[in-house]
Antibody, heavy 121, light 107 residues
Framework: QVQLVESGGDVVQPGRSLRLSCAAS????????MHWVRQAPGKGLEWVAV????????YYADSVKGRFTVSRDNSKNTLYLQMNSLRPEDTAVYYC??????????????WGQGSLVTVSS | DIQMTQSPSSLSASVGDRVTITCRAS??????LAWFQQKPGKAPKSLIY???SLQSGVPSKFSGSGSGTDFTLTISSLQPEDFATYYC?????????FGGGTKVEIK
């Protein structure tokens, strides 16, 4: 069965960096685009970034553009989110999610359990 | 960016009730619309994609309809396990955007 397991969440100071990982199993990872979605405490869902099946196409939310970088290693079945210049408003649970498609969005079908990032001094 | 507006933001219903949640897009998105269920402390779960297609394993009491700008999610007979927050999401174009959520509570 499809499994997505995030890791790397932590408490960090504003301005610092953090990298999240999402380990995938139960499907052919290199066949699907992958997303990051976040949820601030008590708030709704906010889409963050997407990467195509081969890593050649990436899109970002304006709120993270220039600070966050999504990448993937298909040989390791792992998705990453490098977060730089973190701000208090980046505090959230970060979910990775699989897209049904390879390049253009076809809908998110499976989600990880989430990883909490807290940005605070 | 495409704005997604859900209504109501919350509702109270009884077990066995038929519940309808609406979602409106700020511009036409054809049928590029998904619905998710989220319970407290848990990850979202896919219910519906392509506006009306049921995700594998999701019970048929959930149904979706609509096209263009107006969409609905219907739960035919509300059960205790259905009390949760429901989100719509458009995937017609980036950035992907979610509705604000509808919290379904027990009356």
């Amino acid at each position: 069965q499809v499994q997505l397991v995030e890791s790397g969440g932590d408490v960090v100071q504003p301005g610092r960096s953090l990298r999240l990982s999402c380990a995938a199993s139960g499907f052919t990872f290199s066949n699907n685009a992958m997303h990051w979605v976040r949820q601030a405490p008590g708030k709704g869902l906010e889409w963050v970034a997407v990467i195509s099946y081969d890593g050649s196409n990436k899109y970002y939310a304006d709120s993270v553009k220039g600070r966050f970088t999504v990448s993937r290693d298909n040989s390791k079945n792992t998705l990453y989110l490098q977060m730089n210049s973190l701000r208090p408003e980046d505090t959230a649970v970060y979910y990775c999610a699989r897209d049904r498609g390879r390049i253009t969005a076809a809908g998110l079908d499976y989600w990880g359990q989430g990883s909490l990032v807290t940005v605070s001094s | 960016d495409i704005q997604m507006t859900q209504s109501p933001s919350s509702l109270s219903a009884s077990v066995g009730d038929r519940v309808t949640i609406t979602c409106r897009a700020s511009q036409g998105i054809s049928n590029y619309l998904a619905w998710f269920q989220q319970k407290p402390g848990k990850a979202p779960k896919s219910l519906i994609y392509a506006a009306s297609s049921l995700q594998s394993g999701v019970p048929s009491k959930f149904s979706g309809s609509g096209s263009g700008t107006d969409f609905t999610l219907t739960i035919s007979s509300l059960q205790p396990e259905d009390f949760a927050t429901y989100y719509c999401q458009q995937y017609k174009s980036y950035p992907l955007t979610f509705g604000g959520g509808t919290k379904v509570e027990i009356k």
